[in-house]
């Protein structure tokens, strides 16, 4: 995921190591990434 | 061991469905690897739950409990546990979290058994929701809905990898899979949904003949299911071969490619809205090549002057108003998916891919023989393994087309191969070498496509004399409509009477979602509540206005 782009958490996976997240762009477009323990989404 | 019967009566009225389960002998899951028995402590009673696994014993640990409910994400408002063991846990993660929704999903009905047997589980069973030995399927089926519900917004999966890993993880690759596809499914939507309703609006008008004919008339002949992708170059020859003895359906760019290395297919399928993509491969086709289309199918596209049969897409919502007896086919983030669904209800046995590599083989979109190439720089790629044991590099709407054949497939069981040289291994379908079919036997499949297309020597088109009183039905109710929506910005289920609502409902899904998310971001983030519903019930209203007199003008354009 591009770290400039302002986006907002949709829905997010919690998981032992880490999280997936689908988050919204300001562009309106929907991205998932997978973000690891302690990283930022 | 004196609690068995307290907490089935118990059970009998919180848990019903868990209840009915233990009357029946049916076991769906069976972890071979996993024995279980009753455990004794320090003073040689019963009170524990003892797993052997791999030469090692595990009890339930309660003092572990407090610890295990700490890391809580705070958004997360379903909680998923994988394990049940005693539920100290449970009951723990209950007490702390009563306004969370807490699931539990045991796949292994031996121990709940256990457990109900050695404690009183009046908490955790009125607290929780227990998935009791249900199978992977099933289970992924629950959690697509947990995870793709509009008003869902986070979940946390906690699961016992020591006694369940494999299908911990089994479970949080669908969960990826439901996430990816649900991203790619909006976004598509959001961008294409005027332009399907215009082409569908447009294209009801043209001459076509519906494709219900088709259906059952292929039973036990075999199929070609033929993709775009690079490593359909090794296989030309062979489905060159198979022309006359096999359907070949040509999906999309397919069509292109085929015809340019001397073969021509049986069919070829159209359901994308693009005039350039789609349009310019069908316009100005010299060949004959029978078209299946949905009405979303870019307008120029039905320029093709040879056979073309309409079917629809089950989110197509217009063209069956006008023509209920449309034959109804599963939409796809791909046309090839769509190819699949219509190969099995034609009746195909069995039906072989090809080209459906779903990744980037040889760093190209296409085989050779089309026009059209995608600029790479614009891919959001990434590596996964192929067939062959060798890196591949692909991206999210590859996977979500991969998703949508595994999904059908383990639902509607076609007989399907995957003989693409080289792509994604897609789970369900076995992959064979298209060589190994032996298809000898000739087929007349054009006395076949004559006999369904023609009446009395003569196209036997659908009947478009209703269209006019359709769309001015619609174009009443949608008048209707925006006056109701004019006079209440929160006005909701009474649209719901009108059939033009579903057409506006679809239309509008996508981006009144979008807002419902910006709208409880801003809230989260300390703007006043009040003004933030009233922003969005105002951008929500003036989304269904533009929709409304959108649709109207293309209704009576």
Excluded at chain 2, 16 to 41: C, S, W, Y
Excluded at chain 2, 287 to 315: E, H, I, R, T
Aim: include cysteine; charged fraction near 25%; proline fraction near 4%.
């Amino acid at each position: 995921m591009d770290e400039e782009v302002k986006r907002i958490t949709i829905f997010k996976v919690t998981l032992l190591d880490g999280s997936m997240v689908m988050t919204l762009r300001e562009d309106n477009k929907i991205e998932v990434g997978i973000i690891p323990k302690g990283g930022k989404a | 061991m004196v609690f068995l019967e307290r907490n089935m009566k118990l059970m009998a009225s919180a848990q019903p469905d868990i209840h009915r389960k233990f009357q029946l002998p049916e076991v769906k899951n069976q972890f071979p690897g996993m024995g279980i028995g009753f455990a004794q402590n320090e003073k040689g009673e019963i009170d524990n739950i003892a797993f052997h696994i791999d030469g090692n014993t595990f009890v339930d640990n309660k003092d572990a409990a407090t610890e295990w409910v700490t890391d809580i994400d705070k958004d997360a408002h379903t909680i998923i546990i994988l394990g049940f063991g005693m539920g100290y846990h449970v009951e723990k993660l209950i007490e702390m979290y009563p306004d969370k929704k807490i699931i539990v999903i045991e796949p292994d009905k031996r121990v709940l058994y256990h457990a109900l047997h050695l404690r009183d589980l009046d908490n955790v069973l009125s607290g929780c929701t227990i998935w009791l030995d249900e199978d992977i399927l099933t289970m992924k089926g629950k959690i697509y809905e947990l995870v793709t519900h509009p008003l869902a917004r986070g979940i946390q999966f906690k699961p016992y990898i020591v006694l369940y890993g494999k299908f911990a993880n089994d479970l949080i690759m669908e969960m990826q899979k439901f996430l990816s596809d649900w991203a790619v499914m909006v976004n598509t939507k959001r961008c294409l949904v005027d332009k399907w309703y215009e082409n569908r609006i447009v294209n009801a008008k043209k001459e076509s003949v519906n494709a219900k004919s088709l259906i059952g008339k292929f039973m036990g002949i075999p199929a070609l299911l033929v993709g775009a992708g690079p490593s359909l170059q090794s296989q030309l020859e062979t489905i060159k071969s198979l022309q006359g003895k096999a359907v070949i359906i040509a999906a999309s760019t397919a069509v292109e490619i085929l015809l340019s290395h001397g073969i021509t297919p049986t069919f070829m399928i159209a359901i994308d809205q693009d005039p350039v993509s789609s349009g310019g491969l069908h316009e100005n086709l010299e060949a004959d090549v029978p078209l299946v289309f949905d009405g979303q199918v870019a307008q120029n596209s039905l320029n093709y002057k040879g056979k073309k049969f309409q079917m629809q897409l089950n989110v197509n919502r217009y063209t069956g108003m006008l023509a209920p007896d449309l034959p109804v086919f599963e939409s796809g983030p791909s046309v090839a998916n769509v190819a699949m669904d219509f190969l099995y209800k034609l009746g195909c046995s069995p039906i072989l891919m090809c080209g459906v590599d779903l990744s980037y083989t040889y760093g190209k979109l296409y085989c050779d023989g089309t026009q059209f190439q995608q600029d790479m720089s614009q891919i959001q790629s990434m590596k996964l393994i192929n067939n062959k044991g060798e890196e591949c590099m692909t991206e999210p709407s590859f996977l979500s087309m991969r998703n949508w054949f595994t999904e059908y497939i383990n639902r509607v069981h076609p007989p399907v191969f995957n003989c693409t040289e080289r792509g994604l291994i897609i789970d369900g379908v076995p992959n064979a070498n298209l060589n190994d079919f032996k298809v000898e036997r000739e087929h007349d499949l054009k006395a076949i496509i004559d006999s369904c297309y023609f009446k009395d020597g003569q196209p036997d088109y659908i009947d478009t004399t209703v269209i006019n009183s359709v769309n001015n039905l619609l174009s009443l109710e949608l008048d209707i409509m925006k006056s109701m929506v004019r006079a209440n910005p929160t006005i909701g289920a009474q649209l719901q009477q009108y059939k033009a609502w579903t057409i506006v409902d679809e239309f509008t899904s996508s981006f009144i979602y979008l807002e419902e998310i910006k709208c409880e971001d801003k809230i989260k983030n300390g703007e006043n509540m009040a003004s933030a519903i009233k922003a969005f019930h105002d951008k929500r209203t003036e989304i269904l206005l533009n929709a409304i007199d959108k649709i109207h003008e293309m209704l009576q354009r």
